[in-house]
């Protein structure tokens, strides 16, 4: 049998956003989000780490091929938020795109479009202070 | 149960082959890492346990033995060192990013237990900031 291991691989992604409720009073809004609700946005360089687990292929040596996962993460994630506003796109149209709805977006992006392996964690680090984790 | 971290790092060379398929089949998978000539990283290793702190110590394990245990059982034969030729864990296994950690783990599983207190919880190692495997043992 062969042993089980994580493989993980840390991207970098840079985008827009504006955290804002349609759900409050602009006044209520801005006492929610403070700096973050500025109307023209703001943006960050966000690193998303992404946990691949599963078998280590006997012939490979490996989890999941680098290559084969970057062009899925590339295609799925990075092409989809890099240098974009999130607010503009649609996964965003009904939820704030606050980093813990981010993670969770790119873990639904991602859950099921790996190469071999299974998702087992997705991190979002917002900036070098703060950052978020999804498990599914 | 506290998990508690040492970190270390070592340099060392490698290369992705496997024997039994051709040259250009290697080439096709494992692309630039196939150059037979080797290449290089400066890899960092991190080592976790997890125990309940000593009563009268406070430690879950003296980090100053966590330090010398790496340095002993890992460092001293890998750091500097070309994994597929002066390694004899990766002699017929690919010395990928995944095998390193589960290598690691190996070498460190019985100096941890003998030593009492903790257990090998994770070898986690970076072969870049990007790229890491991690190795939690047979779960």
């Known amino acids: 049998m062969s042993a089980k291991a994580l493989f993980g691989r840390r991207y970098m992604l840079s985008a827009s956003h504006r955290l804002h409720s349609d759900a409050l009073s602009a006044e209520a809004n801005r006492a929610m989000y403070g700096k973050c609700n500025n109307p023209h946005g703001h943006g960050h360089n966000y690193v998303v780490e992404v946990l691949v687990g599963g078998a280590v292929d006997p012939e490979t040596g490996m989890v999941v091929d680098m290559a084969a996962l970057d062009a899925v993460v590339g295609a799925g994630v990075i092409d989809r938020f890099d240098h974009n506003n999130l607010n503009l796109d649609p996964l965003f149209a009904n939820r704030v795109p606050t980093t813990e709805n981010l993670c969770r977006v790119v873990f639904d992006l991602l859950r099921d479009a790996l190469p071999t392996g299974r998702l087992e964690c997705v991190r979002v680090e917002e900036t070098e202070n703060n950052f978020f984790e999804c498990y599914g | 149960m506290i998990f508690l971290t040492r970190r270390a790092t070592f340099s060392a060379s490698h290369y992705y082959w496997n024997d039994a398929w051709t040259p250009e089949k290697n080439e096709q998978v494992f692309g630039r890492c196939s150059n037979r000539n080797g290449h290089g990283h400066n890899y960092t290793l991190e080592v976790t346990v997890a125990g309940v702190p000593d009563p009268v110590t406070g430690f879950v394990v003296d980090l100053k033995w966590l ?73």
């Not at chain 2, 070309?82 to 995944?98: C, D, G, K, R, S």
């Not at chain 2, 100096?111 to 043992?137: C, D, N």
């Open chain 2, 67 to 139: 330090r010398d245990a790496i340095e002993r059982e890992v460092l001293s034969a890998w750091d500097h060192r070309h994994l597929n030729i002066e390694v004899p864990e990766f002699a017929q296994t690919v010395p990928t990013t995944e095998n390193i950690a589960i290598a690691a783990w190996k070498r460190l599983e019985h100096a941890v237990a003998a030593a009492g207190g903790a257990k090998l919880s994770r070898v986690r190692i970076y072969e870049t900031p990007e790229i890491f495997a991690e190795y939690r043992g047979e779960i």
